[in-house]
T-cell receptor, first 116, second 114 residues
């Protein structure tokens, strides 16, 4: 089956620094990747949608300059949290869809970000 | 705009008992419907999906769900719950017009008691 990985699985960073999270599709080409944010005991909130080679489409209320998304290849998308603050601490999950199956997303295992 | 409602924040069932998790959606056309399960600190695993056809959908781990258009519902069921089923369950609706998106419900936490 389709596998999506995320790296790192958890990260702690100091306030004011930036952190990059990678999302990779291991055995398929991901035409579209999605980034979600999940607060404790809450649902997933879609942050942005990215297509390979195009600029990401951000959901309303998501700061584009703070959450930089790059989808440079068909197997890799990155989310960079710039100038992180404690309120950015969250669980970030990516998902991907392949060509011919745009309605079925494959989810990564998530990345736990803690900003101190 | 599409939305998903899971009315039960948490449910407790005894091991071996039957389970039904409720899900209602709001969408103008026929939606794509999903049920996912999430264990603590983990990503999401797809249990089953409905796109079209037979309204009773079979999934993995013994789960099934029934799409009822008249009630805008897509409830998840399992005849006999196992302790390993304890997790968070998310119902989701997918739609695309200029780009496919998945909207998740708030989730239902399932507790299983021995």
């Amino acid at each position: 089956g389709a596998v999506v990985s995320q790296h790192p699985s958890w990260v702690i960073c100091k306030s004011g620094t930036s952190v990059k999270i990678e999302c990779r599709s291991l055995d398929f080409q991901a035409t579209t990747m999605f980034w979600y944010r999940q607060f404790p005991k809450q649902s997933l909130m879609l942050m942005a949608t990215s297509n390979e080679g195009s600029k990401a489409t951000y959901e309303q209320g998501v700061e584009k300059d703070k959450f930089l998304i790059n989808h440079a290849s068909l197997t890799l998308s990155t989310l960079t949290v710039t100038s992180a603050h404690p309120e950015d601490s969250s669980f970030y999950i990516c998902s991907a869809t392949g060509s011919g199956s745009e309605y079925e997303q494959y989810f990564g295992p998530g990345t736990r970000l803690t900003v101190t | 705009a599409q939305s998903v409602t899971q009315p039960d924040i948490h449910i407790t069932v005894s091991e071996g008992a039957s389970l039904e998790l409720r899900c209602n959606y709001s969408y103008g056309a026929t939606p794509y419907l999903f049920w996912y399960v999430q264990s603590p600190g983990q990503g999401l695993q797809l249990l089953l999906k409905y796109f079209s056809g037979d309204t009773l959908v079979q999934g993995i781990k013994g789960f099934e769900a029934e799409f009822k258009r008249s009630q805008s519902s897509f409830n998840l069921r399992k005849p006999s719950v196992h302790w390993s089923d304890a997790a968070e369950y998310f119902c989701a609706v997918g739609a695309g017009s200029g780009g496919f998106k998945t909207i998740f419900g708030a989730g239902t936490r399932l507790f299983v008691k021995a």
